[in-house]
């Protein structure tokens, strides 16, 4: 007895003689097997393309990844070099308040040499004005002792 079976290729039923039969006709199962190729193909090349697509994510990760500890090398090497400039400003600065007051002192010092100049030629005019003083007065004494003179 033949056992009623539907068609994997188009659907419809068939008698089939052997229980294993999947096909109404050889034509539908030679159709079928090359829409299998076909599909098996088909999903061959999809494979590939998502392997390729998966390689070129793996890439772009890494040029990514590679971008990303590019770019914190520089911010560090950048905060150094800020870092070192900062330092060579406050050196500089430091340098300058150094030489400022070294001046400031210089100037000190002339002027303190001027008032101790000015002060001994103070103190010789006095002298001088003692000396002379002294000179009147002794005159003056000697002229008293010998009034005939
Ligand atoms: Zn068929």
Redo the contacts with the bound molecule.
């Keep these: 007895m033949n056992l009623l079976k539907q068609?994997e290729?188009?659907g419809?039923e068939?008698e089939a003689i052997r229980d294993s039969a999947k096909?109404?006709?050889d034509s539908?199962r030679s159709l079928a097997n090359r829409q299998r190729r076909r599909n098996e193909e088909i999903e061959y090349e999809r494979e590939c393309q998502q392997e390729e697509y998966d390689e070129m994510c793996r890439i772009s990760d890494e040029e990514q990844l590679k971008r990303e500890e590019q770019a914190i090398a520089q911010q560090a090497e950048q905060k150094l070099i800020k870092e070192a400039e900062h330092k060579i400003r406050e050196e500089q600065r430091r340098i300058d308040e150094q030489q400022r007051r070294i001046k400031q002192d210089e100037k000190r010092e002339k002027e303190s040499k001027i008032i101790l100049q000015k002060a001994e030629i103070n103190l010789k005019l006095k002298v001088l004005g003692g000396v002379a003083l002294f000179g009147i007065i002794g005159n003056f004494l000697n002229s008293n002792d010998n009034p005939k003179q």
Aim: include cysteine; hydrophobic fraction near 10%; aromatic fraction near 34%.
């Design positions: 068609c290729y188009c419809d068939f096909y109404c006709s539908h």
